[in-house]
């Protein structure tokens, strides 16, 4: 029947699988059973409608193909080409976008030059490829039926098209593979100007543009002509041929090697150009852009063939796009409702208008499929089926990925909340200043001073003039360690830990600041000129010191940053949000072991995008707490008139290593966590001229001091200078033993000794008991004093309002699932049996 009646009919090799998967998951075949049963049909003439007869043929416009396939058929070049002529549109949209660090994430898809322009070059021209590869597999006698067709203007663009973008489409993607070999340098050929020009990168970005546009439209006119009747007999169109299941994995198995081909056409040509760390990079961005521009194309397909379902007439075509249009103004105006920067996000409305689209579609379906079922319910015997049976819900990989699926909404939920409550919690804290008065204290003791951690960890230092020394607290085996004796700026790596100790102590009348740091360096000439401990802000110090071994130098800026602070729920917060991007990836490397294998710069697009992204939907996370002191740092750096050295511990000295490599400044961190892949984020939002030099600008001027057993320093790897030392308290490291700053001045002093000849003894002490329970009741404190001093409802405005909010969302709700669904089947049956 299908080789007798289409005149030449296609092979089994050489039908659709592509265009057949799609058409069916869009319902336009109707039944398998149906179409093989319409025996009276030649194959392009069957229809999933009923019989053929002219009046159904006359509303599919004519044509071999009914409305919803058409759909299918020409919607995908309208995508393709569309996405070529927005990037070409583009293309000056967004001049010098990159003097700002490159935080336009939609600038990045303009941008000749950037990766994720190229790529999605990329991209759309391999999905150009199989969908020509789709369409000549349905359409495999296209030529005979092309060459049928009348004369006229259409047949001759057609055929002239043709005859130009065969050729200029093979020369093109000579170019492509043979520019990074360097063939056409001007060098080695002398190349006339225009040549030279072409062979740009946004050259090239028009031609490639220009080509696609021209397939997509040739496309569009080609099928135009051959699906007409009686033209589409010549063209080998078997809707019979869309139901076999072993064509369709012929054709997805080709399919796949066609994406297979070009992701090592990739890596071969950014490695030969570039390097395999840029290979690697173009890799991961195509393997993340080409299912993303597929999945977007068929949806938007989908939707079209959903929609022509209900447009029935001219009249509901008109209602549907000015509903559509309607939909995109409204979600303009929620944007700028919510801020006017949000109205300027184009991806921000974007995500919008598609979500109430969705949310709209899924309420008229819910009401349709009401309607239909108490339709159902009072014809008898009639029964309404979907267009093809899903059997592979309950199968194996399904039910996996179903699992995978709310697992990691269950992780994602988890970790919002834990967010939200911290932010909840820091703005209590903050609105009411419930904060503990004193964590860390210090007091003279007779030859010497005490300084206390909330109770917990006690450090003793006894002046070498003190005639009470405890042998047992005199310090044996100095220079250990290979960074022992070495000096930055005048000043060893003990004073640098004694500096981050004091953004911890509150400047109070007991904790005289100015009287500690004297009794610390009383031996320089070194005093405090500002000190921050703002609530909401990181607690910070600045330090002028001299030099006394040069007179001539500059002065020294020391910038203490304090850590975190236990009473301070806004420290947690900022903790988290600081190494989220590191923990993922260490989740990523354990459930996909080969990205291990990413280069840094890797890492860093993966996290800079993300970042990015979230910049273009209006999720800016660049509100860090370090804000206050980089724009003081870059404003000394500028000045000229002094050095800068950032400290600090903990997170201070993570602070202390982003800051350092942003502002290009020399940073001394205790026992921070490693920075090396989170700083690409800081990178990727924040302005300066250090913030291209990647991994680089953390290697040139910072040193670390790590303590084995330390877990806190595992969230992130590390960068520059690291020194690693024991720990002392090893017994209670899972209770952050490890990771005290009084242990860590400890150790230095004991193996490393003093240059200054200050400490004649030392001793170091930490329990955790009293701590936890000096915790536990201000935990409790600060809970009481936010509950006595809540203002939610003191407004009685603001309590219209909360309600009102209260009563929209649970009508929303109503309207959206409270509808009863009704299986339309079901519905039918049980009428049926109750008739009988």
Same mark, same amino acid.
């Given at each position: 029947?299908?080789?007798?009646?289409?005149?030449?009919?296609?092979?089994?090799g050489?039908?659709?699988?592509?265009?057949?998967?799609?058409m069916?998951?869009?319902?336009v075949?109707?039944?398998?059973?149906?179409?093989?049963h319409?025996?009276?049909?030649?194959?392009?003439?069957?229809?999933?409608?009923?019989?053929? @007869?002219?009046?159904?043929?006359?509303?599919?416009?004519?044509?071999?193909?009914?409305?919803?396939?058409?759909?299918?058929?020409?919607?995908?070049?309208?995508f &393709?080409?569309?996405?070529?002529?927005? =990037?070409?549109? @583009?293309?000056?949209?967004?001049? *010098?976008?990159?003097?700002?660090?490159?935080?336009?994430?939609?600038?990045?898809?303009?941008d000749?030059?950037?990766?994720?322009n /190229?790529?999605l070059?990329?991209?759309?021209?391999?999905?150009?490829?199989?969908?020509?590869?789709?369409?000549?597999?349905?359409?495999? $006698?296209?030529?005979?039926?092309?060459l049928?067709?009348?004369?006229?203007v $259409?047949?001759?663009?057609?055929?002239?098209?043709?005859?130009?973008?065969?050729?200029?489409?093979?020369?093109a993607?000579?170019?492509?593979?043979?520019?990074?070999?360097?063939?056409?340098e001007?060098?080695r050929?002398?190349l006339?100007?225009?040549?030279?020009? !072409?062979?740009?990168?946004?050259?090239?970005?028009?031609?490639?543009?220009?080509?696609?546009i021209?397939?997509?439209?040739?496309?569009l006119?080609?099928?135009?002509?051959?699906?007409?009747?009686?033209?589409?007999?010549?063209?080998g169109?078997?809707?019979?041929?869309?139901?076999?299941?072993?064509?369709?994995?012929?054709?997805?198995?080709r399919?796949?090697?066609?994406?297979?081909?070009a992701q090592f056409?990739l890596?071969?040509?950014?490695?030969?150009?570039?390097?395999?760390?840029?290979?690697?990079?173009?890799?991961?961005?195509?393997?993340?852009l080409?299912? =993303?521009?597929?999945?977007? =194309?068929?949806?938007?397909?989908?939707?079209?063939?959903r929609l022509?379902?209900?447009?029935?007439?001219?009249?509901?075509?008109?209602?549907?796009?000015?509903?559509?249009?309607g939909?995109?103004?409204l979600?303009?105006?929620?944007?700028?409702?919510?801020?006017?920067?949000? !109205?300027?996000l184009?991806?921000?409305v974007?995500?919008?208008?598609?979500?109430?689209?969705?949310?709209?579609? /899924?309420?008229? /379906?819910?009401?349709?499929?009401?309607?239909?079922?108490?339709?159902?319910?009072?014809?008898?015997?009639t029964?309404?089926?979907?267009?093809?049976?899903?059997?592979?819900?309950?199968?194996?990989?399904?039910?996996?990925?179903?699992?995978?699926?709310?697992?990691?909404?269950?992780?994602?939920?988890?970790?919002?909340?834990?967010?939200g409550?911290?932010a909840?919690?820091?703005?209590?804290q903050?609105?009411?200043?419930?904060?503990?008065?004193?964590?860390? %204290?210090?007091?003279?003791?007779?030859?010497?001073?005490?300084i206390?951690n909330?109770?917990?960890?006690?450090l003793?230092? +006894?002046?070498r003039?003190?005639d009470?020394?405890?042998?047992?607290?005199?310090?044996?085996?100095?220079?250990d360690?290979?960074?022992?004796?070495?000096?930055?700026?005048?000043?060893?790596?003990?004073?640098?830990?004694?500096?981050?100790?004091?953004?911890?102590v509150?400047?109070?009348?007991?904790?005289?600041?100015?009287?500690?740091?004297?009794?610390?360096?009383?031996?320089?000439?070194?005093?405090?000129?500002?000190?921050?401990? +703002?609530?909401?802000q990181?607690? %910070? =110090?600045?330090?002028?010191?001299?030099d006394?071994?040069?007179?001539?130098?500059?002065?020294?800026?020391i910038?203490a940053?304090?850590?975190?602070?236990?009473?301070?729920?806004?420290?947690?917060?900022?903790?988290?949000?600081?190494?989220?991007?590191?923990?993922?990836?260490?989740i990523?490397?354990?459930?996909?072991?080969?990205?291990?294998?990413?280069?840094?710069?890797?890492?860093?697009?993966?996290?800079?995008s993300?970042? +990015?992204?979230?910049?273009?939907?209006?999720?800016r996370?660049?509100?860090?707490?370090?804000?206050?002191?980089?724009e003081?740092?870059?404003?000394?750096?500028?000045?000229?008139?002094r050095?800068? &050295?950032?400290?600090?511990?903990?997170?201070?000295?993570?602070?202390?290593?982003v800051i350092?490599?942003?502002?290009?400044?020399?940073?001394?961190?205790i026992?921070?966590? *490693?920075?090396?892949?989170?700083?690409?984020?800081?990178?990727? &939002?924040?302005?300066?001229?250090?913030?291209?030099?990647g991994?680089?600008?953390?290697?040139?001027?910072s040193?670390?001091?790590?303590f084995?057993?330390?877990?806190?320093?595992?969230?992130?790897?590390?960068?520059?200078?690291?020194?690693?030392?024991? $720990?002392?308290?090893?017994?209670?490291?899972?209770?952050?033993?490890?990771?005290l700053?009084?242990?860590?001045?400890?150790?230095?002093?004991?193996?490393?000794?003093?240059?200054?000849?200050?400490?004649?003894?030392?001793s170091?002490?930490?329990?955790?008991?009293?701590?936890?329970?000096?915790?536990?009741?201000a935990c409790?404190?600060?809970?009481?004093?936010?509950?006595?001093?809540?203002r939610?409802?003191?407004r009685?405005?603001?309590? +219209?309002?909360?309600?009102?909010?209260?009563?929209a969302?649970?009508?929303?709700?109503?309207?959206?699932?409270?509808?009863?669904?009704?299986?339309?089947?079901r519905?039918?049956?049980?009428?049926?049996?109750?008739?009988?």
């Amino acid at each position: 029947e299908t080789g007798s009646d289409t005149g030449g009919g296609a092979a089994p090799g050489d039908r659709d699988v592509g265009l057949g998967v799609a058409m069916r998951f869009t319902g336009v075949v109707s039944s398998p059973v149906q179409e093989l049963h319409t025996e009276s049909k030649a194959p392009w003439q069957r229809q999933s409608g009923g019989p053929s @007869s002219p009046r159904k043929r006359s509303r599919a416009g004519g044509r071999g193909c009914g409305p919803r396939r058409w759909i299918v058929i020409v919607a995908p070049w309208v995508f &393709v080409t569309l996405v070529s002529i927005v =990037m070409l549109s @583009s293309m000056g949209y967004c001049e *010098g976008w990159t003097a700002g660090a490159g935080q336009d994430f939609v600038c990045a898809f303009s941008d000749p030059e950037a990766r994720l322009n /190229r790529n999605l070059r990329l991209a759309s021209c391999l999905l150009l490829l199989q969908l020509m590869l789709c369409w000549i597999s349905l359409f495999p $006698c296209w030529r005979g039926a092309l060459l049928r067709a009348q004369p006229g203007v $259409c047949k001759v663009i057609s055929v002239g098209a043709l005859s130009i973008l065969s050729p200029a489409t093979v020369l093109a993607a000579f170019v492509w593979l043979a520019v990074p070999t360097g063939i056409f340098e001007a060098e080695r050929l002398d190349l006339p100007a225009w040549l030279l020009h !072409a062979l740009t990168k946004k050259s090239q970005l028009v031609c490639a543009c220009a080509l696609q546009i021209g397939w997509g439209l040739w496309i569009l006119l080609t099928t135009f002509l051959v699906t007409r009747d009686p033209h589409i007999q010549h063209t080998g169109f078997d809707i019979v041929a869309l139901v076999e299941e072993e064509l369709w994995a012929r054709r997805a198995a080709r399919l796949k090697l066609m994406i297979w081909v070009a992701q090592f056409l990739l890596v071969v040509r950014s490695g030969v150009a570039e390097g395999v760390a840029h290979a690697q990079n173009d890799l991961v961005s195509f393997t993340v852009l080409y299912p =993303m521009l597929f999945n977007l =194309m068929w949806t938007v397909t989908f939707v079209f063939v959903r929609l022509s379902a209900h447009a029935r007439s001219r009249l509901h075509g008109l209602l549907i796009f000015v509903g559509t249009t309607g939909l995109v103004l409204l979600a303009r105006s929620l944007c700028a409702y919510a801020s006017a920067e949000s !109205a300027q996000l184009p991806v921000l409305v974007f995500f919008v208008w598609l979500s109430i689209a969705g949310e709209g579609l /899924r309420i008229i /379906r819910r009401w349709s499929n009401l309607a239909e079922s108490v339709h159902a319910s009072m014809a008898e015997g009639t029964t309404l089926k979907l267009a093809v049976t899903s059997q592979s819900t309950g199968t194996l990989v399904m039910r996996v990925t179903y699992f995978v699926f709310r697992l990691f909404c269950l992780a994602s939920l988890s970790f919002v909340s834990v967010l939200g409550l911290c932010a909840l919690a820091g703005t209590v804290q903050h609105s009411t200043g419930l904060i503990v008065s004193d964590i860390v %204290w210090w007091h003279t003791v007779p030859g010497g001073i005490t300084i206390n951690n909330a109770g917990a960890s006690v450090l003793k230092l +006894r002046w070498r003039s003190s005639d009470s020394v405890n042998p047992e607290w005199s310090q044996s085996h100095p220079h250990d360690y290979m960074i022992c004796g070495k000096t930055w700026y005048g000043l060893q790596l003990l004073d640098y830990a004694l500096l981050s100790e004091l953004p911890y102590v509150k400047p109070t009348a007991e904790n005289d600041l100015p009287r500690l740091l004297k009794l610390l360096f009383g031996h320089v000439n070194i005093s405090i000129v500002r000190a921050s401990s +703002r609530i909401g802000q990181r607690p %910070w =110090m600045e330090f002028e010191f001299r030099d006394p071994q040069v007179q001539s130098a500059k002065p020294i800026s020391i910038v203490a940053i304090g850590g975190t602070v236990v009473d301070r729920v806004v420290d947690y917060l900022e903790d988290i949000r600081m190494w989220t991007d590191p923990v993922v990836l260490t989740i990523l490397y354990t459930v996909l072991p080969l990205t291990r294998m990413w280069s840094r710069e890797t890492t860093a697009l993966f996290i800079g995008s993300l970042h +990015r992204l979230m910049a273009s939907v209006g999720v800016r996370d660049d509100g860090w707490h370090y804000e206050e002191i980089l724009e003081h740092i870059r404003a000394l750096a500028a000045a000229g008139e002094r050095e800068v &050295v950032v400290t600090g511990h903990s997170l201070g000295g993570g602070i202390a290593l982003v800051i350092g490599a942003l502002s290009g400044q020399t940073a001394v961190a205790i026992q921070p966590p *490693g920075v090396y892949h989170s700083l690409a984020k800081h990178q990727a &939002v924040q302005k300066g001229e250090h913030e291209a030099e990647g991994g680089s600008a953390l290697h040139k001027r910072s040193l670390s001091l790590i303590f084995e057993g330390d877990w806190i320093q595992h969230f992130d790897d590390h960068g520059g200078l690291v020194q690693t030392m024991s $720990c002392d308290q090893k017994g209670k490291s899972l209770a952050a033993g490890c990771h005290l700053l009084e242990g860590a001045i400890y150790h230095l002093i004991r193996h490393c000794g003093d240059s200054a000849n200050r400490f004649g003894a030392v001793s170091h002490e930490y329990d955790l008991t009293g701590a936890g329970i000096k915790l536990f009741k201000a935990c409790m404190e600060i809970l009481r004093q936010g509950w006595k001093t809540s203002r939610w409802l003191e407004r009685p405005g603001q309590a +219209r309002s909360i309600v009102f909010a209260g009563v929209a969302v649970s009508l929303l709700a109503a309207f959206r699932y409270g509808v009863p669904f009704y299986h339309p089947v079901r519905a039918a049956g049980n009428t049926k049996a109750h008739a009988e």
